[in-house]
C-alpha cells in the first residue's frame, strides 16, 4: 500500500530564515508527488507538483520543491519565510498502485515568528 | 469562477440524525472525492467517484454514503450521525487522477453532540 510520511509535525522558524518541509513516500515506481498548503478555515491550494524531467520543481509563492528518486524524498523548500506563509502543509502522491487516487501525509504546521 | 462549492460551512448534529454534504464544481471534472480531516491525521479518503454513476469506497467509507448522479454533483450522507464523525469534510475534484492536481472546496465543520 502507497504510504506518505511527513515527519515533522510541528515547524518553527523565524521571519527571513530558510525553510525545509520533509515528505517521504513509499512506491515501487516513480509516482506523481504533490505539496498543498492550507491556511485556517480554507481549502487545500496547490503550491506545486512534480511528474518527470527536472528534479526541482518551482511553484507559487516562491517555493521549491527537490525529487530525490534514492530516498524516497520530495522535500520543499523556501529560501526566505514570510510572516503569511504560516499554514499546514500537505505532501500528497499518486501511483499506480493506489489507482493514482493521492494520499497524503499526516501534515506539518509551519509557525512563524517576528 | 467558483471552482469546487461546499454546504454548509459549519452544521452541529445529534447523534442519531442524518445529513448530506452538498459538493458541487463548476470545472467539468470527471473525479470527484470525499475526505475527513481530523487534528494530526492528514486527509482521509472516504469515496471517491470517477463518473456520473460509478462511485468507489476510499480508506474510511464506514458511516456514509454517497451518490454521483451528474459530473457535477457529489452529495455525502450521513444516516446516523455519531461522536466519531465529528471532523471537517472536504470535497475535491480533479479532471484526470495523478497527473493532474485536486481542487478543493473550503471545507464543512461538522460537530456531532
Known amino acids: 500500500a502507497q504510504s506518505v510520511t511527513q515527519p515533522d509535525i510541528h515547524i518553527t522558524v523565524s521571519e527571513g530564515a530558510s525553510l525545509e518541509l520533509r515528505c517521504n513516500y513509499s512506491?515501487?515506481?516513480?509516482?506523481?508527488l504533490f505539496w498543498y498548503v492550507q491556511s485556517p478555515g480554507q481549502g487545500l491550494q496547490l503550491l506545486l507538483k512534480?511528474?518527470?524531467?527536472?528534479?526541482l520543481v518551482q511553484g507559487i509563492k516562491g517555493f521549491e520543491a527537490e525529487f530525490k528518486r534514492s530516498q524516497s524524498s520530495f522535500n520543499l523548500r523556501k529560501p526566505s519565510v514570510h510572516w503569511s506563509d504560516a499554514a499546514e502543509y500537505f505532501c500528497a502522491v499518486a501511483a499506480s498502485g493506489g489507482s493514482y487516487i493521492p494520499t497524503f501525509g499526516r501534515g506539518t504546521s509551519l509557525i512563524v515568528h517576528p | 469562477n467558483a471552482g469546487v462549492t461546499q454546504t454548509p460551512k459549519f452544521r452541529i448534529l445529534k447523534i442519531g440524525q442524518s445529513m448530506t454534504l452538498q459538493c458541487t464544481q463548476d470545472?467539468?471534472?470527471?473525479?470527484m472525492y470525499w475526505y475527513r480531516q481530523d487534528p494530526g491525521m492528514g486527509l482521509k479518503l472516504i469515496y471517491y467517484?470517477?463518473?456520473?454513476?460509478?462511485?468507489d469506497k476510499g480508506e474510511v467509507p464506514n458511516g456514509y454514503n454517497v451518490s454521483r448522479s451528474t459530473t457535477e454533483d457529489f452529495p455525502l450522507r450521513l444516516e446516523l450521525a455519531a461522536p466519531s464523525q465529528t471532523s471537517v469534510y472536504f470535497c475535491a475534484s480533479s479532471s484526470f487522477p495523478g497527473r493532474e492536481p485536486q481542487h478543493f472546496g473550503d471545507g464543512t465543520r461538522l460537530s456531532i453532540l
Open positions: 512506491y515501487g515506481a516513480t509516482p506523481y
Open positions: 470545472m467539468n471534472h470527471n473525479y
Open positions: 512534480y511528474f518527470s524531467g527536472d528534479t
Open positions: 467517484s470517477v463518473g456520473a454513476g460509478i462511485t
